[in-house]
T-cell receptor, first 114, second 112 residues
Framework: DVKVTQSSRYLVKRTGEKVFLECVQDMDHENMFWYRQDPGLGLRLIYFSYDVKMKEKGDIPEGYSVSREKKERFSLILESASTNQTSMYLC?????????????FGEGSRLTVL | AQKITQTQPGMFVQEKEAVTLDCTYDTSDQSYGLFWYKQPSSGEMIFLIY??????QNATEGRYSLNFQKARKSANLVISASQLGDSAMYFCAMRDSNDMRFGAGTRLTVKP
């Protein structure tokens, strides 16, 4: 059974803290993604990676960075958390199938920044 | 840049009736894929159906079908014989090359 695992389901952090969100997939997928989901805005792409050590900015990369040192792991980093980063964060992975491959999602990490 | 538009924030349908959820997209690429996902209140993202830009026939998966009109850049999801369990958020998405982008979603409520 395919699996994308996000390390934390719920986090509460303070403004200015550094936050790490971890994501691990067991499907040997080349592509991994980080989205944030907010009511009325759908899923917005923060960053994605198509290979180890490679990353591409999505639509809302400001305030975030990512790390992909191993194929199975993709981390989202908030260098200095702010209250407007309170959101649900979804990690996903997909095979390198051009436009044809669906994404598999983790359960999400709900981050609250106080 | 890609843009996915879902103009219906919320929809209601009577149980056992069919419902169409709208999705339009904008891309300059010739090759792309269109997807629909379901997100129930539990939060998981469930893949429903896929349509490739070069596919001539509309995709179908059980009670789900995708009404693909390439010239109009629309990819509407049709759910036939709605069930109470179909109540959820539905997201349209488009993928070209490696990345995938989503619309704002439509919340479908099935009434008994």
């Amino acid at each position: 059974d395919v699996k994308v695992t996000q390390s934390s389901r719920y986090l509460v952090k303070r403004t200015g803290e550094k936050v790490f969100l971890e994501c691990v997939q067991d499907m040997d997928h080349e592509n991994m993604f980080w989205y944030r989901q907010d009511p009325g805005l759908g899923l917005r792409l923060i960053y994605f990676s198509y290979d180890v050590k490679m990353k591409e900015k999505g639509d809302i990369p400001e305030g975030y960075s990512v790390s992909r040192e191993k194929k199975e792991r993709f981390s989202l980093i908030l260098e200095s958390a702010s209250t407007n980063q309170t959101s649900m964060y979804l990690c996903a992975s997909g095979a390198i199938a051009g436009d044809a491959g669906e994404l598999f999602f983790g359960e999400g990490s709900r981050l609250t920044v106080l | 840049a890609q843009k996915i538009t879902q103009t219906q924030p919320g929809m209601f349908v009577q149980e056992k009736e069919a419902v169409t959820l709208d999705c339009t997209y904008d891309t300059s690429d010739q090759s792309y894929g269109l997807f629909w996902y379901k997100q129930p209140s539990s939060g998981e993202m469930i893949f429903l159906i896929y349509q490739g830009s070069y596919d001539e026939q509309n995709a179908t998966e059980g009670r789900y079908s995708l009404n693909f009109q390439k010239a109009r850049k629309s990819a509407n999801l049709v759910i036939s014989a709605s069930q109470l369990g179909d109540s959820a958020m539905y997201f349209c998405a488009m993928r070209d090359s490696n990345d995938m982008r989503f619309g704002a979603g439509t919340r479908l409520t099935v009434k008994p």
